[in-house]
């Protein structure tokens, strides 16, 4: 009977998360929201999750475990895009969440965020590894318990001068980088295309590095 209930539930599109969870991808991309934080070296992951989401007409338009989501087919499969609410060092709460909401396992978590110890324009996918001072990440390690889930880092560069560390994260970019910028996006958005459709090693070899 269950059965055939579940049968009615998948026509309608009422699928459980639990039935969905093993199938599913969780892309997160790290920001902060807010109109007066766009376009900042912070907030990479969410422009990069934008790009995808123009890109592949997948509207960000729910709201639920203290982020903005939407649902879409990423290489032929299933993907929740997802932008955290919560400012950038709470990060983790959201995600966690979505996680264990959907049952999603942690081999098909990817989050996308920006990174301080890379030149700009340079990519780097790897399968685990330490927070690095991302303070996004950090938490996410933290909310998780683990350090073994892939990340997408985008590279910002460190800040010259006397600028502070924390200024500079929260700057806009350069007009050289702003020429850039469209190009880097959409490298890191095939990146993701290819983590989704190919796996991480794939993707790594083919878009870890600087373009050209």
Same mark, same amino acid.
């Given at each position: 009977m269950e059965q055939f209930f579940e049968m009615i539930r998948a026509r309608r599109g009422e699928t459980q998360p639990a039935a969905l969870g093993s199938e599913l991808f969780l892309i997160v991309g790290l920001g902060n929201p807010g109109r007066e934080y766009r376009g900042t070296r912070h907030n990479f992951g969410f422009m990069v999750v934008d790009r995808l989401c123009g890109r592949l007409n997948i509207p960000l338009d729910?709201?639920?475990?203290k982020a903005v989501t939407g649902t879409g087919a990423v290489s032929g499969k299933k993907a929740l895009i997802a932008k955290p609410q919560t400012f950038m060092n709470l990060s983790g709460q959201s995600i966690s969440a #979505? $996680?264990?909401?959907?049952?999603?396992?942690? !081999?098909? #978590? $990817?989050?996308?965020?920006?990174d301080l @110890?890379?030149?700009? %324009?340079? $990519?780097?996918?790897?399968?685990? =590894? %330490?927070?690095?001072?991302? +303070?996004? #990440?950090?938490? !996410?390690?933290?909310?998780? =318990?683990?350090?073994?889930f892939a990340?997408?880092?985008?590279? *910002? @560069?460190?800040?010259? =001068?006397?600028?502070?560390?924390?200024?500079?994260? #929260?700057? +806009?970019?350069? +007009?050289?980088?702003? !020429?850039?910028?469209? &190009?880097?996006? &959409?490298?890191?958005? &095939?990146?993701?295309?290819?983590?989704? %459709? @190919? %796996? *991480?090693? @794939?993707a790594m070899t083919k878009y870890n590095g600087k373009a050209g």
């Open positions: 729910k709201s639920q475990h #979505l $996680l264990k909401y959907y049952k999603i396992p942690l !081999a098909r #978590l $990817l989050v996308i965020h920006d @110890d890379l030149p700009f %324009g340079t $990519l780097r996918m790897r399968p685990g =590894g %330490g927070a690095g001072g991302q +303070k996004g #990440l950090a938490s !996410a390690i933290q909310q998780l =318990g683990t350090q073994q990340r997408l880092r985008c590279g *910002i @560069d460190h800040p010259s =001068g006397h600028i502070s560390v924390s200024d500079y994260v #929260l700057s +806009k970019f350069r +007009k050289e980088e702003e !020429a850039e910028l469209p &190009d880097v996006l &959409d490298r890191a958005a &095939d990146a993701v295309i290819s983590f989704i %459709g @190919d %796996g *991480i090693q @794939d």
